[in-house]
Nanobody
Framework: QLQACGGGLVQAGVSLRLSCAAS????????WAWFRQAPGKERAFVAA????????YYADSVKGRFTISRENVENTVYLQMNSLKPEDTAVYYC?????????????????WGQGTQVTVSS
């Protein structure tokens, strides 16, 4: 029900925009989030946005470089990633939650996307 896309292989310093489109139901009242998982590491929180789009949250490692946004009419969430670094390399997953568990992000997730690979070369 969640389809993420937009990943790729890029050089450090460039930008990418990930998108995640939902189908099968409306997620207008859901919060959205992005997570990432690097090889050998646990899935980690990246960014989240509440149902109205009025509140956003970011991991310290991406703050100031990444921007999460949503388009409720299109049932889509975006992650604009600027100034990419090699340490941003990971599989990125979108997720939807009826309620955000701030600081305990994984616990509130009801739906996961399939993941899209982002590889940043130095």
């Amino acid at each position: 029900q969640l389809q993420a896309c937009g990943g790729g292989l890029v050089q450090a310093g460039v930008s990418l925009r990930l998108s995640c489109a939902a189908s099968g139901r409306t997620f207008r009242r859901y919060a959205w989030a992005w997570f990432r998982q690097a090889p050998g590491k646990e899935r980690a929180f990246v960014a989240a946005i509440n149902w109205s789009g009025g509140t956003t949250y970011y991991a310290d490692s991406v703050k100031g470089r990444f921007t999460i946004s949503r388009e409720n009419v299109e049932n889509t969430v975006y992650l604009q990633m600027n100034s990419l670094k090699p340490e941003d390399t990971a599989v990125y997953y979108c997720a939807a939650a009826p309620i955000l568990r701030v600081g305990n992000w994984l616990s509130g997730i009801d739906y996961w996307g399939q993941g899209t690979q982002v590889t940043v070369s130095s």
